[in-house]
Structure formats: structure tokens, C-alpha cells
């Protein structure tokens, strides 16, 4: 493992795809930097989707860093049907059709409506008079103006607003129809329970609507586990509803990801940058660990060097307080895939000094942990004022499950986090986590076995030196899960609690 000190507390996810797809260039990336690999289901095959799994795990083995896996289910992505191979070019003012009945959108030499069908037929159902339909990520827009019913085949008659063309498979979003369908499809299920069968780090669920989609996939995934505790949910926030029910959603769900993508179809684009620091606040309001996604370094999809407005957004994310960036195409099939992650983790390494600078730039203490009265997080607490009284260099905790270690890294702290557990599984989590670094260690018999552990290993790697001060976290017993109970302060190369020279 590197030097806590000298690597990014900011964590940063990078989506696997064609141009990262051997266990080398996996194993390049972890060395930049990245610490939480995405698996898109929507794009590849279960086969593609175990090699990718496969040579993650290959990876962090060669490396001997803790990375976790994350498989994004697609949700109900409403897509339109078969269109002519060379796609159709709509013009502004033209008059449309998008109906349930399957049909192949052509031409025609009438000054006809042309006819589309869409993959979900049923949410036509939803759709009114005067919604918007945005097709291809809103670079097509169309505005309902009837809706007829022809032998059980509702149609949605519609003018063309922004002129563009359309081919087979667009994507269409209706950001004004308040859309009954379920969050999760019948091939998501069957990627859930490839996930479980996978043991699968994190499941991030797409087009989340409200607290009901995210207990729903829970409770499927702790009847169905297959390890210690269930499969965590991200929760990607791009729709509308989510943004109305946020609070509930963000309390329901381990992790948020603002998805920028949708969400910026689904919105007013202009809108986008308030509700990523609103959805940011909310997160760190309940302690919740959020991740800024899409478009990050788009044009490094291409080009062997990022924008001057893309770093600056990276940089804000990170000033805002996200506790991780995703890369998305950058990774999956761009040309420059291990330049763009040292890329990003340049930016976040100097955006992370410059927070320690101007401490104004952190967000506030969780206010759920003071409002809740938990115990852990009222020692988490008590860690962050030792931490500033002491200057100390590290936080070192045994968090057998990673619940310790998720009350620590909410509060910001400035300090690397050492967090051990003799469990893979766990550390893996632990990968999500802002200024953590998962240590595996064989579980000691008590705090005082616990110091004369690590405190070697410290000192082996350099990760202090002698004399530094060191706040240690763990519970008594110790390892046993929900139980974080003592704190105490350590000074490196000491073999007792108590520093031997009291001036110090």
C-alpha cells in the first residue's frame, strides 16, 4: 500500500470498457489513483461483465490495493424502435407520432407524419398534451399536441421544437410525464442476482424515483445475500421525482451518485450545477458518501489533455465536497485512459491541499450523526477535536464491518484514515469512503494487541515518524460488529499508551 499521506483521500470511480479491459491496464489505473471500478450492465454480456469483475480482482491482487467493483444497473431507459438504417433528419415545425404498436420509422413523399414506436410502450400511458419528448439526450425535441387511442394503440402526435436526426435505439426522455413504471426491469433483476452471485461490491440503481425503488432493491438484496451483509445501493439521482423526494432517498441509500447526464436532460441544464451542490449538502447532511459523474474529462476521450472547464470542474466537485469523481467513456473506451485518471488525480490532489489551506471549503459536520445520538458518531466527534488540538498524522481504526470508518470519513477529516478489518469483503466498501485506506490485518485480541500491531507497521512503511502522534479508534471487544467504544492517543514507536516524556 502507498503512503496515506501522499495519496488522494478524494476517491475517484472509472467505468471499465474495450480501452480497459486487461488485468495491466487495470493495474495502471490503480496506481493513479482510482479506487472503484464500474461495471455498466448496460452495455456487453454477463460473460463480458465476470472478465471485467475477473480482472479487477487480478488487479488489486498485483497491486495490493483494495478496490471495489461497482455494477450499474440500467433502469427503465426508454428507448425509441427500429428506424431506417441511415435515420431520419427532422426538421423544426414537422409533425411526428410516437405510438405503442411496433413499427419501423421511414421517410415518406406524402407529408406524412412520421411514425416512431419506442422500446416501452406502456409509458405512453403517462405521457399528456403539452409534455416535452427529448430524444438522443435533448439534441431532439419534440412537444406533444394530441394523444389519440386507435384500436388499443395510443399515439402521441408531436411537433418537432429542436431539429436533429434520429436513428434506431435513441434514447428518449420525458422529463414533464410523471412515468409509472418500475425502477427496475426484468433483465435488471437478472444482472441483481448475477451481482449477488458475484459477490459484487456496490450496486448503483438507475432512474431512482423515490425511497420506495431503493427499500425495494434492499430487501431483495438481504433476503437473497450471499455474505456477511447485503449488497449496497448507490442510488443515482437524474430524474425530477428524485430530485422532490431527495432527503428520503439520500436516508435510504448507502451512497448517492449525482448523474449528471440524465439529470441534465431531465432539468434545465442550467439547473445542474445548484442541484449538484444541493444534492451534495443533503449527503453530507446524513452522512452519506456522494459521487459527481458524467462529463467530467469528456474531451479526454479523444485528447491526451483535459480542458481548462473541465478541470475546474473537477476541482468544484471536490470544493463542494464530493467524496468521489467518475470517469465515464473517458476509461471505458477512450484513448487515453491512464492519462485521464492522473489527470483527474492531479486535479484532486491540488484541490485537496488548497481545502487544507482555506479550511472553509469543507462542508459541515453530518447533521443526522448529532441529531441521532449515535454513539460511534459521537466518538467520530470527539476524533475530529483531537485530531486539530494534537496537528496528529493519521487516524487508525479497526472497523471490522466498515461502519466505524464511514463515521470518520463524513466528518472530512484532514489526516489520512487508516482503517483495518480481517475481512476482503469489507475493505473493499471501505474503497468508497472519503480519506480512507483499508488495511487487511489478522483480528487482534484487544486494543492494546491492536497497537502493538500496527504501530510496527507504521513505522515499517513510514507512514509517521517516531514520535508523531496517532489517534487510534476501536471498540472493546474488539472486532465486534456496532461496537466502537475507545479512543485513545498513541505516539509512534511507543509501546504504551502514554507517551513516556509528559512535556510532549
Given at each position: 500500500?502507498?503512503?496515506?499521506?501522499?495519496?488522494?483521500?478524494?476517491?475517484?470511480?472509472?467505468?471499465l470498457g474495450p480501452a480497459t479491459n486487461t488485468?495491466?491496464?487495470?493495474?495502471?489505473?490503480?496506481?493513479?489513483?482510482?479506487?472503484?471500478?464500474?461495471?455498466?450492465?448496460?452495455?456487453?454480456?454477463?460473460?463480458?461483465?465476470?472478465?471485467?469483475?475477473?480482472?479487477?480482482?487480478?488487479?488489486?491482487?498485483?497491486?495490493?490495493?483494495?478496490?471495489?467493483?461497482?455494477?450499474?444497473?440500467?433502469?427503465?431507459?426508454?428507448?425509441?424502435?427500429?428506424?431506417?438504417?441511415?435515420?431520419?433528419?427532422?426538421?423544426?415545425?414537422?409533425?411526428?407520432?410516437?405510438?405503442?404498436?411496433?413499427?419501423?420509422?421511414?421517410?415518406?413523399?406524402?407529408?406524412?407524419?412520421?411514425?416512431?414506436?419506442?422500446?416501452?410502450?406502456?409509458?405512453?400511458?403517462?405521457?399528456?398534451?403539452?409534455?416535452?419528448?427529448?430524444?438522443?439526450?435533448?439534441?431532439?425535441?419534440?412537444?406533444?399536441?394530441?394523444?389519440?387511442?386507435?384500436?388499443?394503440?395510443?399515439?402521441?402526435?408531436?411537433?418537432?421544437?429542436?431539429?436533429?436526426?434520429?436513428?434506431?435505439?435513441?434514447?428518449?426522455?420525458?422529463?414533464?410525464?410523471?412515468?409509472?413504471?418500475?425502477?427496475?426491469?426484468?433483465?435488471?433483476?437478472?444482472?441483481?442476482?448475477?451481482?449477488?452471485?458475484?459477490?459484487?461490491?456496490?450496486?448503483?440503481?438507475?432512474?431512482?424515483?423515490?425511497?420506495?425503488?431503493?427499500?425495494?432493491?434492499?430487501?431483495?438484496?438481504?433476503?437473497?445475500?450471499?455474505?456477511?451483509?447485503?449488497?449496497?445501493?448507490?442510488?443515482?439521482?437524474?430524474?425530477?421525482?428524485?430530485?422532490?423526494?431527495?432527503?428520503?432517498?439520500?436516508?435510504?441509500?448507502?451512497?448517492?451518485?449525482?448523474?449528471?447526464?440524465?439529470?441534465?436532460?431531465?432539468?434545465?441544464?442550467?439547473?445542474?450545477?445548484?442541484?449538484?451542490?444541493?444534492?451534495?449538502?443533503?449527503?453530507?447532511?446524513?452522512?452519506?458518501?456522494?459521487?459527481?459523474?458524467?462529463?467530467?474529462?469528456?474531451?479526454?476521450?479523444?485528447?491526451?489533455?483535459?480542458?481548462?472547464?473541465?478541470?475546474?470542474?473537477?476541482?468544484?466537485?471536490?470544493?463542494?465536497?464530493?467524496?468521489?469523481?467518475?470517469?465515464?467513456?473517458?476509461?471505458?473506451?477512450?484513448?487515453?485512459?491512464?492519462?485521464?485518471?492522473?489527470?483527474?488525480?492531479?486535479?484532486?490532489?491540488?484541490?485537496?491541499?488548497?481545502?487544507?489551506?482555506?479550511?472553509?471549503?469543507?462542508?459541515?459536520?453530518?447533521?443526522?450523526?448529532?441529531?441521532?445520538?449515535?454513539?460511534?458518531?459521537?466518538?467520530?466527534?470527539?476524533?475530529?477535536?483531537?485530531?486539530?488540538?494534537?496537528?496528529?498524522?493519521?487516524?487508525?481504526?479497526?472497523?471490522?464491518?466498515?461502519?466505524?470508518?464511514?463515521?470518520?470519513?463524513?466528518?472530512?477529516?484532514?489526516?489520512?484514515?487508516?482503517?483495518?478489518?480481517?475481512?476482503?469483503?469489507?475493505?473493499?466498501?471501505?474503497?468508497?469512503?472519503?480519506?480512507?485506506?483499508?488495511?487487511?490485518?489478522?483480528?487482534?485480541?484487544?486494543?492494546?494487541?491492536?497497537?502493538?500491531?500496527?504501530?510496527?507497521?507504521?513505522?515499517?512503511?513510514?507512514?509517521?515518524?517516531?514520535?508523531?502522534?496517532?489517534?487510534?479508534?476501536?471498540?472493546?471487544?474488539?472486532?465486534?460488529?456496532?461496537?466502537?467504544?475507545?479512543?485513545?492517543?498513541?505516539?509512534?514507536?511507543?509501546?504504551?499508551?502514554?507517551?513516556?516524556?509528559?512535556?510532549?
Open positions: 500500500m502507498n503512503n496515506p499521506s501522499n495519496t488522494l483521500k478524494t476517491k475517484i470511480f472509472a467505468t488485468v495491466d491496464i487495470v493495474a495502471r489505473l490503480i496506481d493513479e489513483g482510482v479506487r472503484v471500478f464500474r461495471i455498466n450492465f448496460s452495455h456487453g454480456t454477463f460473460q463480458s461483465f465476470e472478465h471485467s469483475l475477473k480482472i479487477v480482482r487480478q488487479a488489486a491482487k498485483k497491486t495490493g490495493i483494495h478496490v471495489a467493483a461497482l455494477g450499474d444497473i440500467c433502469g427503465p431507459k426508454i428507448r425509441l424502435g427500429k428506424v431506417q438504417e441511415q435515420g431520419i433528419q427532422l426538421q423544426i415545425g414537422q409533425s411526428v407520432i410516437i405510438q405503442q404498436k411496433q413499427i419501423q420509422a421511414t421517410t415518406n413523399s406524402k407529408n406524412q407524419p412520421i411514425i416512431f414506436s419506442t422500446n416501452s410502450p406502456e409509458i405512453l400511458d403517462d405521457v399528456q398534451i403539452g409534455n416535452r419528448l427529448l430524444i438522443n439526450d435533448g439534441n431532439v425535441r419534440l412537444l406533444v399536441t394530441d394523444k389519440t387511442n386507435e384500436g388499443q394503440n395510443i399515439q402521441l402526435h408531436a411537433n418537432v421544437t429542436m431539429a436533429g436526426t434520429v436513428s434506431t435505439a435513441k434514447g428518449l426522455n420525458m422529463p414533464d410525464s410523471n412515468l409509472t413504471m418500475p425502477s427496475l426491469t426484468p433483465y435488471d433483476w437478472q444482472c441483481v442476482n448475477w451481482a449477488i452471485k458475484q459477490k459484487i461490491d456496490f450496486l448503483a440503481l438507475s432512474f431512482v424515483k423515490n425511497a420506495n425503488d431503493v427499500r425495494l432493491l434492499k430487501e431483495y438484496l438481504d433476503e437473497n445475500k450471499e455474505s456477511i451483509s447485503p449488497i449496497p445501493v448507490v442510488s443515482k439521482i437524474e430524474l425530477p421525482q428524485a430530485i422532490r423526494e431527495l432527503d428520503a432517498i439520500v436516508k435510504e441509500s448507502y451512497a448517492i451518485m449525482v448523474a449528471r447526464g440524465d439529470l441534465g436532460v431531465e432539468m434545465d441544464l442550467a439547473q445542474v450545477p445548484v442541484l449538484q451542490k444541493k444534492i451534495i449538502k443533503i449527503c453530507h447532511d446524513y452522512g452519506r458518501p456522494v459521487a459527481v459523474a458524467t462529463q467530467m474529462l469528456e474531451s479526454m476521450i479523444s485528447a491526451p489533455t483535459p480542458t481548462r472547464a473541465e478541470v475546474s470542474d473537477v476541482a468544484n466537485a471536490i470544493f463542494d465536497g464530493a467524496d468521489a469523481v467518475m470517469l465515464s467513456g473517458e476509461t471505458a473506451v477512450g484513448k487515453y485512459p491512464i492519462q485521464t485518471v492522473h489527470s483527474m488525480a492531479r486535479v484532486a490532489k491540488i484541490a485537496e491541499e488548497n481545502i487544507q489551506i482555506d479550511p472553509r471549503h469543507y462542508p459541515h459536520a453530518p447533521k443526522a450523526f448529532q441529531q441521532d445520538k449515535y454513539r460511534t458518531a459521537a466518538l467520530a466527534h470527539g476524533v475530529d477535536t483531537i485530531v486539530k488540538d494534537l496537528n496528529a498524522k493519521l487516524i487508525v481504526i479497526w472497523s471490522q464491518q466498515g461502519g466505524g470508518a464511514r463515521f470518520l470519513s463524513q466528518y472530512r477529516p484532514q489526516i489520512p484514515i487508516i482503517a483495518a478489518s480481517s475481512e476482503p469483503a469489507m475493505l473493499r466498501k471501505m474503497s468508497i469512503l472519503f480519506a480512507v485506506h483499508p488495511v487487511l490485518l489478522p483480528q487482534p485480541s484487544s486494543i492494546d494487541n491492536f497497537v502493538s500491531i500496527i504501530d510496527p507497521i507504521i513505522c515499517a512503511k513510514k507512514w509517521a515518524a517516531q514520535g508523531d502522534s496517532i489517534v487510534i479508534v476501536a471498540g472493546e471487544p474488539i472486532g465486534n460488529p456496532g461496537v466502537t467504544n475507545s479512543l485513545l492517543i498513541h505516539y509512534v514507536g511507543d509501546v504504551c499508551r502514554v507517551h513516556p516524556n509528559p512535556q510532549k
